[in-house]
């Protein structure tokens, strides 16, 4: 895999692609301005959570597989 270099400017202006609230703060998905990349929403997770490890600056964020789904609809 991959890994996307990410800076402050890549992750802005944030768009809502899909979530599963009519209002309010919930998990969400939103487009970054750079079609390689997608900001996420939810609820984080520590890799002691998870039972995995999870290298400095990343977190786990965990969120409905409908809201997934539902962003790669719009995104497609």
């Given at each position: 895999?991959?890994?996307?270099?990410?800076?402050?400017?890549?992750?802005?202006?944030?768009?809502?692609?899909?979530?599963l609230?009519?209002?309010?703060?919930?998990?969400?998905v939103?487009?970054?301005?750079?079609?390689?990349?997608?900001v996420v929403?939810?609820?984080?997770?520590t890799?002691?959570?998870?039972?995995?490890?999870?290298?400095?600056?990343?977190?786990?964020?965990?969120?409905?597989?409908?809201?997934?789904?539902e962003?790669?609809?719009?995104?497609?």
């Amino acid at each position: 895999m991959n890994k996307v270099q990410l800076n402050a400017a890549s992750l802005t202006p944030l768009q809502p692609v899909a979530n599963l609230c009519a209002s309010g703060s919930c998990p969400t998905v939103y487009s970054t301005g750079d079609p390689a990349t997608v900001v996420v929403q939810g609820f984080a997770m520590t890799g002691d959570q998870a039972g995995i490890d999870v290298p400095e600056g990343e977190v786990l964020i965990r969120i409905p597989r409908d809201l997934l789904a539902e962003a790669v609809r719009n995104l497609s």
